[in-house]
C-alpha cells in the first residue's frame, strides 16, 4: 500500500517555517518568504514575497515609510502570484495579527482569487500568548499530518521554559526589564515578551502578557527608571541596533538612568528572536536569562544573539 503523498507547503511567515521545520515537515516545504532564512537550508527555496521598504532606513524612516503606504491603502508586501501558483501548494501558512510584520491573508486575495483547480489550505496564525504559539504549533501540525510530532515538540518547549522557570527561583535578584521593541518612535514589547522575561526571573515593564507592544512615552521609561534595558527592535540584527543608539542618548534623562549608569544595556538579534512567535521564542527566553545574569554578575563578553552596549556608546558618550 503507497503512503500517502506529504503535502506541499508554502511558508510565508519565518516563525511559521521554524514550526514546520521543527515538526519533522522540513521537506514538505517548497517554498518561503523574503525573511524566511533559518534553520540553514530554507535560503534555497523559491522566494514568493519582496518588500517595499528600502534597504538601509533608519527607524524613524521606518515607521513614516509605513505609514505612508498604510495612508495609500497599500500594503507593505508584494506577493509572488505567478511563483506562488508554480510551486502548487497544498497548504500556505501565513498570518493576520500585524500587517507590518509580514504578509497577510489581504495580500494573497489576488493570487487565491484565479486559483485554476483546489485552492490551498490557508491557514493564518495571529498568536497573542505563549499559549497561542503552542495552539499554532498544533494547528500546524494537524494541516499537515504531524499531529503527534507537533504535540511532542511542544511538550519539549514547555520543559525547557520550566528549567529556566526553576533557575530564576534560585536566582537572588528580579530586576525590572524595559524590553523596547522600537527605537524611533518609542515602542515596549508587548504580546508574548513579558512571559519570556518572567520565565527567565525578570519583571517586565509597560506590557503585559497578550497585549500588543504599546507605544512607549520617554517620560515613562524615565520615571519607571529600569534596572536593565533590552533593546529588540523588531526585524533589526544587533549591528542595527547599535546604529540606532543615538535614538536613545539623544533624549533627556538617558544617561541619568540606572540601566545606562550601571552598563545594564543590552541589545540583542531581534531579527531571529522575540519577534517570531514559534519555536525560537524559547531560545528568547534563554538569551534573557543569560543577560540577566549578565547584568547581576557582569562578563561582557558577546555572543552572537545579545550585547553589552559599551558605556561610551550606550550613554552617547565619544568613545
Request: overall charge negative.
Amino acid at each position: 500500500m503507497s503512503q500517502p503523498r506529504a503535502p506541499r507547503i508554502v511558508s510565508l511567515l519565518p516563525s511559521a517555517t521554524e514550526i514546520a521545520v521543527a515538526i519533522g515537515c522540513g521537506d514538505a516545504l517548497v517554498g518561503r518568504s523574503h525573511e524566511c532564512d533559518v534553520p540553514a537550508g530554507v535560503e534555497r527555496l523559491p522566494v514568493c514575497t519582496a518588500t517595499k521598504l528600502e534597504k538601509g532606513l533608519t527607524a524613524r524612516q521606518v515607521e513614516d515609510r509605513v505609514q505612508e503606504i498604510v495612508r495609500q491603502g497599500l500594503s507593505v508586501y508584494e506577493v509572488d502570484a505567478e511563483r506562488l501558483k508554480a510551486l502548487k501548494p497544498d497548504i500556505i501558512l501565513t498570518q493576520s495579527q500585524c500587517a507590518v510584520c509580514a504578509v497577510t491573508p489581504r495580500d494573497l486575495e489576488e493570487a487565491l482569487a484565479s486559483w485554476v483547480g483546489t485552492p490551498p489550505v490557508l491557514l493564518s496564525l495571529a498568536p497573542d500568548t505563549l499559549a497561542d504559539v503552542w495552539g499554532d504549533i498544533r494547528r500546524v501540525g494537524e494541516v499537515a499530518g504531524a499531529d503527534k510530532a507537533a504535540a511532542e515538540t511542544i511538550v519539549r518547549l514547555e520543559a525547557r521554559l520550566e528549567r529556566l522557570r526553576a533557575k530564576a527561583a534560585r536566582r537572588d535578584w528580579r530586576p525590572r526589564v524595559a524590553a523596547v521593541e522600537w527605537m524611533d518612535p518609542l515602542m515596549a514589547a508587548g504580546n508574548w515578551v513579558p512571559e519570556l522575561i518572567e520565565a527567565a526571573g525578570g519583571a517586565p515593564l509597560f506590557a503585559a502578557a497578550g497585549q500588543h507592544s504599546p507605544w512607549l512615552e520617554w517620560d515613562a521609561l524615565r520615571e519607571a527608571d529600569p534596572d536593565v534595558i533590552v533593546l529588540m527592535p523588531c526585524g533589526c540584527r544587533i549591528p542595527q541596533v547599535l546604529d540606532e543608539m543615538p535614538a536613545m542618548t539623544g533624549r533627556p534623562g538617558w544617561r541619568d538612568l540606572k540601566a545606562v549608569r550601571s552598563s545594564r544595556v543590552y541589545a540583542v538579534d531581534g531579527h531571529h528572536y522575540f519577534s517570531r512567535p514559534g519555536p525560537g521564542l524559547v531560545e528568547s527566553a534563554e538569551v534573557l536569562d543569560e543577560i540577566f545574569d549578565d547584568a547581576r554578575d557582569p562578563r561582557g563578553v558577546p555572543t552572537p544573539r545579545w550585547r553589552q552596549v559599551e558605556l561610551s556608546l550606550a550613554s552617547g558618550l565619544s568613545a
